[in-house]
RNA sequence: GCCCGGGUGGUGUAGCCAGGUUAGCAUAGGGGCCUGUCGAGCCCCAGACCCGGGUUCAAAUCCCGGCCCGGGCGCCA
């Protein structure tokens, strides 16, 4: 605005309500709501003839004085308008109303997600997802964490043994990662002693639940020279609890849109260990096998088991059956691995902790899992060549999103998701 | 992948179990009236039973198959 009060604005067509002799056009765009009011007699014309066939969902851009004392209630600004550019016209018969009149159902939206996201609820989400990831970002940089790219494309299939995409790559066969894991530890292991990948994961499970994505994105630490897994569970708690910090301070609005009461998480998180966890669940009336994995009521059990005794949402699950994890976690004992899981609101959202770097012991245990050590061969070779200590986690960030704002399906924490069905828009 | 539930105008729904009116309602759309609306209001108009087969005098409704979608479980982040 400048002295005389002229302003520009633009956006989409929100509602036209016309009047006869007066006619209010509100647009919103991704900041606020401001309505242009045309008067017969005081305003030029003209614009009663440029926006005489305008539609909702038009883009305008307008010039003006703004009211100074404004008489409209709904919206944040309101405008005299000069001058109306219609940018584009949009045709009249909507896939879905993005002013939520008739709320579309989940599928349609992602169908028609473009008009879903003029919804300012639905532009929270991805801001409030910006702000996390800034403050996560930043809390790594000020720590001394360097970001690094590793490969998408991987020529072995070994990481976890979730269904891979393949992929043709010139002559051969590749796949998509599911997960950043093993070349960032090769990383470590050349020297980038602390890092940090935010990319991109497949996953080409079956999965039909609001909680999986066939892709998503996670924010991937690993570091060198750590004394136990207890040391990559300090800094995921730390990071976690300064994405949240961030996004009390720079989207208390969208929160407030999205009724979602959010606080800083107390730190450090608490932790259950296997194998007093069956004790727990056993005490909650759900029997789970000495030394068999949990299955996805027992999160949630925990997780009230967690909220009763520590009042926390979030909570770290450490020591699993090593019989239950991929080969190169790191062995506590015979029986139970520095394999940690983070859990949120009985949700898991990230896997992590020691890895073995000890090369006779990998290749040991790549041998107790029945594998071919010649097929990780590729992997397990630079651990000849001096490797420190070291260890890290994944979480997904759709995960987090979700369930730090109590979406009910995971898909709507991502842009344009990905799932079995679903790979168009 | 297994189990359960569901597909009705553009969107969201009622009707289905107990087969038979012009398939109801809301909202969006088109037309009209209105100089302060703001979930605008009032009047008028137009708009739909997922596909295929079967049962029946008659199918949105019952049966079978297909396709699509949602939920639970498993797997995982």
């Known amino acids: 605005m400048d002295k005389e009060g002229r302003v520009k604005v633009h956006g989409w067509v929100s509602e036209i309500r016309d009047l006869g002799k007066i006619r209010f056009i509100v647009i919103r765009n991704w900041r606020e709501k401001v309505q242009l009011t045309l008067k017969r007699g005081t305003s030029p014309s003209n614009l009663f003839e440029i926006t005489e066939k305008l539609t909702q969902e038009s883009v305008v851009e307008a010039e003006g004085t703004e009211v100074k004392e404004k008489k409209a209630k709904a919206v944040d600004r309101e405008v005299l308008p000069e001058s109306i550019k219609v940018l584009s016209i949009s045709s009249s018969k909507l896939p879905l109303d993005p002013n939520w009149k008739v709320p579309a159902l989940l599928p349609t939206r992602l169908d ?14 991805f801001k409030i997802e910006a702000s996390l990831i800034s403050g996560m970002e930043e809390w790594l940089r000020d720590h001394g964490f360097l970001r690094v790219f590793t490969p998408a494309i991987i020529g072995a299939a070994s990481e976890s043994g979730a269904e891979v995409f393949k992929v043709r790559y010139f002559d051969r066969e590749a796949y998509l990662r599911q997960d950043p894991q093993l070349h960032r530890q090769l990383t470590v292991i050349g020297g980038l002693e602390k ?54 301070e720079e989207r208390e609005r969208e929160l407030e849109l999205l009724n979602v009461e959010l606080e800083v998480p107390k730190t450090p998180f608490p932790e259950l260990r296997f194998p007093k966890i069956y004790d727990i669940l056993e005490e909650m009336g759900k029997e789970i096998e000495y030394g068999e994995e949990y299955d996805t009521e027992s999160e949630r059990l925990l997780w009230n088991y967690v909220k009763e005794e520590y009042n926390s949402d979030f909570f770290f699950v450490n020591r699993f059956p090593f019989k239950v994890k991929p080969f190169y976690v790191m062995k506590e004992d015979d029986t139970w691995a520095r394999s940690v899981d983070l ?13 073995e770097h000890r090369y006779e012991v990998l290749i040991s245990q790549i041998l107790e899992k029945g594998m071919n050590p010649k ?14 200590p070291h260890g890290g986690f994944a979480i997904g960030i759709e995960r987090l999103v979700m369930k730090m704002l109590n979406l009910s399906n995971i898909k709507e924490a991502a842009l344009f998701p990905r799932d079995p069905e679903r790979v168009l828009p």
Request: glycine content about 8%; proline content about 4%; aromatic content about 10%.
């Open 195 to 248: 890092i940090y990948d935010l990319g991109v994961n497949w996953r080409a499970e079956l999965s039909h639940t609001p909680r999986h994505l066939s892709e998503f994105r996670s924010m991937a630490v690993e570091m060198g020279f750590i004394s136990s897994e207890l040391d990559t569970m300090r800094v995921e708690e730390e990071l976690i609890k300064a994405g949240i910090k961030r996004v009390l």
């Open 343 to 355: 859990l949120y609101k009985g949700l898991e959202l990230s896997s992590g902790g020691q890895r």
């Open 112 to 125: 028609n997600r473009p008009l879903d996201l003029r919804r300012p609820e639905v532009q929270a989400i």
């Open 375 to 388: 097929n990780l061969e590729w992997f397990t070779k630079f651990f000849a060549y001096g490797a420190p």
